[in-house]
């Protein structure tokens, strides 16, 4: 094994590198510089906190956000890593701390708020403290057209030239300017080693529907998941309040989340968030860019996103750990028409508006999709894929009609009447519903008029609901949202072109997207009690319940139930100090029993193959206490020393005898059968 791939197992606890991970962890050894473009939960800590641990000398870790700093911190030292973090956050004792452990050049990771990087006392103390590596995450933030820019992160540019040390950049943008922008900032413009990763996240679910009663669709779902984590994503400040008081009356714990909350009370929000394994925060984008949750277990849209990216962003804070996460997105005639507004009543120049009513495009398109969602999202990012079986439409295909004849027909009504209407009066006409507006305007001796009586009102709405998706009319902002017909549909009317519509999908709303859940019922009792047991150390510890272990790490457990510590060591995500630290409490909660007590030195060797060859040797040791006759002094071998022979296999008696605590008496007592037992092995 070589060494990163023991650091990968024994303190990280993890079995194998994900997709992209080992390429990235090799350059970044190699003191190169790199950049590393992965998408959210993709493992970027790893990247630079393992080569951190095998180099020589400290790597400081620039962040944005002083409470995920500290989150990391904790996380890290719960795994047994010297890390610390300097931030204004900071009391002054841990400051202290940091700066003592610096001194003694114990620090592996130093965390610090870019804020830290103006003037020329912090380049001085890295110098001193022996810095030999800078990693930049969230490298985007350098990017001054990027909304998450942040001035001091100009400032890495000079860290970097004053340090000559090799830089690792990580971040989910992956846009050609911001890579360009980023590698001419912070590398000088010398092209460091780019590492791009797949957009795909295989493990989130990606569910549309239509807006029936969204209220209903959205308890019905958060009823569904009662327990875990999750985010309602909303347009408006007062539906996030609104909402999560009917969650918290259903019995949720639910909070509200937006920006018109005292910055106090959003920390405070975000603090919970991060903290807690059960919370659903209704909110407004406003809500994000603060969290870092691997254990995410499923985020809904209660209104239409702005953009694909923005959509990409949102339901990809969703289950970071790998393990199934669940995402749902409503959407509606007064979404399309609510978006549509707001880019025509920004005072951005025409080419700007134009751009942005094609990129909302391209999300209803992706709303009306009738082939693979995750197709039709990777295709956006330019990458090419087959169908995905995670998505609604792999699981339900549409059914699609030829709509040529009614998308004529509606668009007839649009211009006959002036593009003067919206949907409902349009629709009237063309079923035939002679209301006071029909008849005032005299709208029933229109050739129009009851033209479309064959389809039902409902398949009406939706047949115009996917004509403003496709963009074959569009409300015009300065008659209240009349519909205007585009050039699009022109063709569509000469009788050009065809075009085929999706089935209604209201009625099929309704049944909403089917719940997966997280273990099979045999092991759900025994996955809620690992919960319990890891809620109560995280609170005992004040940490976040993830930083004890993992959704991932419990599910394994609860799939596998281990019933030994090396059992427990083989499941991902322990790692040599969270077994001591937590092994045991939760074999106990897995077996109904507390497990039987191990020398921390055999301990130590948990999960490894190396293990068998301590129990071997312990034994054989052992028979030998009193000599091979049974009458001889007690001579007995520690553990200590048990365990260097079990890890260092030596060949010879020499090399036995080299041993620390291998005596002149011992190695007449044991050497022989320790090294037959050690050849055999
Ligand atoms: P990112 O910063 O890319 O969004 P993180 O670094 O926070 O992602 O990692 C997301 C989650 O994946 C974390 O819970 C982390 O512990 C886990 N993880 C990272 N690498 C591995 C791996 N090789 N095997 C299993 N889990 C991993
Ligand atoms: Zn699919």
Same mark, same amino acid.
């Given at each position: 094994?070589?060494?990163?791939?023991?650091?990968?197992?024994?303190?990280?606890?993890?079995?194998?590198?994900?997709?992209?991970?080992?390429?990235?962890?090799?350059?970044?050894?190699?003191?190169?510089?790199?950049?590393?473009?992965?998408?959210?939960?993709?493992?970027?800590?790893?990247?630079?906190?393992?080569?951190?641990?095998?180099?020589?000398?400290?790597?400081?870790?620039?962040?944005?956000?002083?409470?995920?700093?500290?989150?990391?911190?904790?996380?890290?030292?719960?795994?047994?890593?010297?890390?610390?973090?300097?931030?204004?956050?900071?009391?002054?004792?841990?400051?202290?701390?940091?700066?003592?452990?610096?001194?003694?050049?114990?620090?592996?990771?130093?965390?610090?708020?870019?804020?830290?990087?103006?003037?020329?006392?912090?380049?001085?103390?890295?110098?001193?403290?022996?810095?030999?590596?800078?990693?930049?995450?969230?490298?985007?933030?350098?990017?001054?057209?990027?909304?998450?820019?942040?001035?001091?992160?100009?400032?890495?540019?000079?860290?970097?030239?004053?340090?000559?040390?090799?830089?690792?950049?990580?971040?989910?943008?992956?846009?050609?300017?911001?890579?360009?922008?980023?590698?001419?900032?912070?590398?000088?413009?010398?092209?460091?080693?780019?590492?791009?990763?797949?957009?795909?996240?295989?493990?989130?679910?990606?569910?549309?529907?239509?807006?029936?009663?969204?209220?209903?669709?959205?308890?019905?779902?958060?009823?569904?998941?009662?327990?875990?984590?999750?985010?309602?994503?909303?347009?408006?400040?007062?539906?996030?309040?609104?909402?999560?008081?009917?969650?918290?009356?259903?019995?949720?714990?639910?909070?509200?989340?937006?920006?018109?909350?005292?910055?106090?009370?959003?920390?405070?929000?975000?603090?919970?968030?991060?903290?807690?394994?059960?919370?659903?925060?209704?909110?407004?984008?406003?809500?994000?860019?603060?969290?870092?949750?691997?254990?995410?277990?499923?985020?809904?849209?209660?209104?239409?996103?702005?953009?694909?990216?923005?959509?990409?962003?949102?339901?990809?804070?969703?289950?970071?750990?790998?393990?199934?996460?669940?995402?749902?997105?409503?959407?509606?005639?007064?979404?399309?028409?609510?978006?549509?507004?707001?880019?025509?009543?920004?005072?951005?120049?025409?080419?700007?508006?134009?751009?942005?009513?094609?990129?909302?495009?391209?999300?209803?398109?992706?709303?009306?999709?009738?082939?693979?969602?995750?197709?039709?999202?990777?295709?956006?990012?330019?990458?090419?894929?087959?169908?995905?079986?995670?998505?609604?439409?792999?699981?339900?295909?549409?059914?699609?009609?030829?709509?040529?004849?009614?998308?004529?027909?509606?668009?007839?009504?649009?211009?006959?009447?002036?593009?003067?209407?919206?949907?409902?009066?349009?629709?009237?006409?063309?079923?035939?519903?002679?209301?006071?507006?029909?008849?005032?305007?005299?709208?029933?001796?229109?050739?129009?008029?009851?033209?479309?009586?064959?389809?039902?009102?409902?398949?009406?709405?939706?047949?115009?609901?996917?004509?403003?998706?496709?963009?074959?009319?569009?409300?015009?902002?300065?008659?209240?949202?009349?519909?205007?017909?585009?050039?699009?549909?022109?063709?569509?009317?000469?009788?050009?072109?065809?075009?085929?519509?999706?089935?209604?999908?209201?009625?099929?709303?309704?049944?909403?997207?089917?719940?997966?859940?997280?273990?099979?019922?045999?092991?759900?009792?025994?996955?809620?009690?690992?919960?319990?047991?890891?809620?109560?150390?995280?609170?005992?510890?004040?940490?976040?319940?993830?930083?004890?272990?993992?959704?991932? +790490? !419990?599910?394994?457990? $609860? =799939?596998? %139930? &281990?019933?030994?510590?090396? /059992?427990? @060591? #083989?499941?991902? *995500?322990?790692?040599?100090?969270?077994?001591?630290?937590?092994?045991?409490?939760?074999?106990?909660?897995?077996?109904?029993?507390?497990?039987?007590?191990?020398?921390?030195?055999?301990?130590?060797?948990?999960?490894?193959?190396?293990?068998?060859?301590?129990?071997?040797?312990?034994?054989?040791?052992?028979?030998?206490?009193?000599?091979?006759?049974?009458?001889?002094?007690?001579?007995?071998?520690?553990?200590? +020393? !048990?365990?260097?022979? $079990? =890890?260092? %296999? &030596?060949?010879?008696?020499? /090399?036995? @005898? #080299?041993?620390? *605590?291998?005596?002149?008496?011992?190695?007449?007592?044991?050497?022989?059968?320790?090294?037959?037992?050690?050849?055999?092995?």
């Amino acid at each position: 094994m070589s060494a990163p791939e023991a650091i990968l197992s024994q303190v990280f606890g993890f079995a194998a590198f994900r997709p992209g991970q080992a390429e990235i962890v090799e350059a970044v050894l190699a003191g190169q510089d790199t950049l590393a473009i992965m998408p959210t939960g993709g493992g970027k800590s790893l990247c630079f906190q393992l080569p951190a641990l095998c180099r020589e000398g400290l790597t400081v870790v620039i962040s944005p956000l002083i409470a995920l700093m500290r989150d990391q911190v904790r996380g890290l030292q719960e795994l047994g890593v010297a890390a610390g973090a300097l931030t204004s956050g900071n009391t002054e004792a841990e400051t202290e701390a940091v700066y003592l452990a610096l001194s003694r050049g114990e620090l592996k990771l130093l965390y610090i708020a870019p804020e830290r990087l103006a003037g020329s006392a912090t380049i001085d103390l890295l110098r001193r403290a022996k810095c030999t590596l800078i990693a930049v995450d969230e490298a985007h933030c350098v990017s001054q057209w990027g909304h998450d820019f942040r001035p001091d992160y100009l400032r890495l540019g000079d860290l970097r030239r004053a340090l000559r040390v090799p830089l690792a950049a990580f971040t989910a943008t992956a846009d050609a300017e911001t890579r360009a922008e980023i590698i001419r900032r912070l590398f000088d413009g010398d092209a460091p080693q780019i590492f791009l990763r797949g957009f795909d996240r295989p493990n989130i679910t990606l569910n549309f529907a239509v807006k029936d009663s969204p209220r209903k669709q959205l308890m019905a779902y958060a009823a569904a998941r009662k327990g875990q984590s999750g985010i309602i994503y909303c347009a408006t400040r007062a539906r996030t309040e609104s909402l999560a008081q009917a969650l918290s009356e259903a019995g949720h714990n639910a909070r509200a989340y937006h920006g018109g909350m005292e910055a106090h009370e959003r920390r405070m929000v975000e603090m919970l968030f991060q903290r807690e394994d059960d919370l659903i925060v209704v909110a407004t984008i406003a809500f994000g860019m603060g969290v870092d949750k691997p254990d995410i277990r499923w985020v809904a849209h209660a209104d239409l996103p702005k953009s694909i990216e923005s959509y990409y962003q949102e339901i990809g804070r969703a289950g970071r750990d790998g393990a199934p996460a669940d995402t749902l997105t409503l959407f509606g005639p007064d979404d399309i028409r609510l978006r549509r507004a707001q880019i025509d009543e920004s005072p951005a120049p025409l080419e700007r508006k134009q751009a942005d009513h094609a990129r909302l495009n391209a999300l209803l398109g992706l709303a009306e999709a009738v082939q693979c969602r995750r197709q039709v999202l990777l295709s956006y990012f330019g990458e090419a894929s087959e169908p995905c079986g995670n998505c609604d439409l792999c699981a339900r295909p549409v059914k699609l009609f030829n709509a040529t004849t009614p998308v004529r027909k509606a668009l007839s009504a649009v211009l006959r009447t002036g593009e003067s209407f919206g949907a409902g009066h349009l629709i009237d006409i063309l079923t035939g519903n002679v209301t006071a507006k029909v008849r005032d305007r005299g709208h029933d001796s229109l050739p129009t008029f009851a033209v479309g009586r064959d389809l039902s009102r409902a398949k009406w709405q939706a047949v115009f609901r996917q004509m403003m998706g496709r963009d074959l009319v569009r409300p015009d902002p300065e008659r209240h949202g009349a519909l205007r017909m585009t050039e699009a549909a022109r063709p569509i009317l000469r009788g050009e072109a065809e075009i085929h519509l999706r089935e209604d999908t209201i009625a099929r709303a309704k049944d909403g997207p089917a719940v997966r859940a997280l273990v099979s019922d045999e092991d759900a009792p025994l996955l809620s009690a690992l919960k319990a047991k890891r809620r109560a150390l995280a609170e005992e510890a004040r940490v976040p319940a993830y930083v004890i272990f993992t959704d991932r +790490t !419990l599910i394994e457990m $609860a =799939e596998t %139930r &281990p019933d030994t510590m090396d /059992a427990m @060591a #083989r499941i991902s *995500g322990i790692g040599g100090k969270k077994l001591e630290r937590y092994g045991a409490l939760f074999l106990e909660v897995v077996t109904g029993a507390a497990p039987e007590a191990q020398h921390p030195q055999r301990r130590k060797l948990a999960g490894r193959d190396t293990a068998g060859l301590y129990d071997a040797l312990f034994e054989i040791t052992r028979g030998l206490e009193r000599g091979s006759d049974g009458t001889g002094k007690l001579l007995t071998l520690p553990p200590a +020393t !048990l365990r260097a022979i $079990a =890890e260092a %296999r &030596p060949g010879s008696i020499d /090399a036995l @005898a #080299r041993i620390k *605590g291998m005596d002149a008496a011992r190695v007449t007592r044991f050497g022989a059968a320790v090294l037959e037992r050690v050849q055999a092995f």
